[in-house]
């Protein structure tokens, strides 16, 4: 059974960084591409990044949003994901998601870590 | 890049029809048959129901359909059930390699 576990959540002041996590289980974690989405409370989802795997040159790829705030990578021999955020600010609150990215399109989710960006 | 276009709310009784819209651009939705679409229940881990504009995953029932015509994709749910109350997202492949998802659309059943 696929799997996606998110960790690394929790409570950050604005203008501080937080390094979330995501582990992959029951598949082959590196033959897959990875992508972060969130959904601040309220309101809908945004895509915010996404890493192909080892075979497509690990590409990366950002929303305007986050893009040389956030920094996502992989370490496939342990099967995890990671989204380093930095220089948080308040609109970041959110929940954040781990996909599995198939081709061109999401076909497994994680349950999500809330973010909270306040002082 | 903006949010693909959808309708606030849709709602219908049991067994009948709903279609959700998904209106983009010629950059995302028109530009690119990548389009797919998630069931979302409150508090729970989003669903794939519809991939590649109209392919349905295995083990989603045959009630979910979608299409594309232009730059506006839809997902027409049948013979509505109780259980298909949740929101709704497209989403698309858009040009400079990045996604965009749709502002979501929450389905009543009445």
């Known amino acids: 059974e696929v799997q996606l576990a998110e960790s690394g959540g929790g409570l950050v002041q604005p203008g501080r960084s937080l390094r979330l996590s995501c582990l992959g289980s029951g598949f082959r974690f590196g033959d897959y591409a990875v992508s972060w989405v969130r959904q601040v409370p309220g309101k809908g989802l945004e895509w915010i990044s996404f890493i192909t795997s080892k075979a497509y040159a690990e590409t990366t790829s950002y929303a305007a949003s986050v893009k040389g705030r956030f920094t996502i990578s992989r370490d496939d021999s342990n099967g995890v994901a990671y989204l380093q955020m930095n220089s948080l600010k308040t609109e970041d609150t959110a929940v954040y998601y781990c996909t599995r990215l198939g081709p061109n399109y999401t076909d497994y989710w994680g349950q999500g870590t809330l973010v909270t960006v306040s002082s | 890049q903006s949010a693909l276009t959808q309708p606030p709310s849709a709602s219908g009784s049991p067994g009948q029809s709903v279609t959700i819209s998904c209106t983009g651009t010629?950059?995302?939705?028109?530009?690119?048959?990548?389009v797919s679409w998630y069931q979302h229940h409150p508090g729970k881990a989003p669903k794939l129901m519809i991939y590649?504009?109209?392919e349905r995953p295995s083990g989603v029932p045959h009630r979910f359909s979608g299409s594309k015509s232009g730059n506006t994709a839809s997902l027409t749910v049948s013979g509505l059930q109780a259980e298909d109350e949740a929101d709704y997202y497209c989403c698309s492949y858009a040009v400079g390699n990045i996604y965009v998802f749709g502002t979501g659309t929450k389905v009543t059943v009445l």
């Open positions: 010629s950059s995302d939705v028109g530009g690119y048959n990548y």
């Open positions: 590649e504009v109209s």
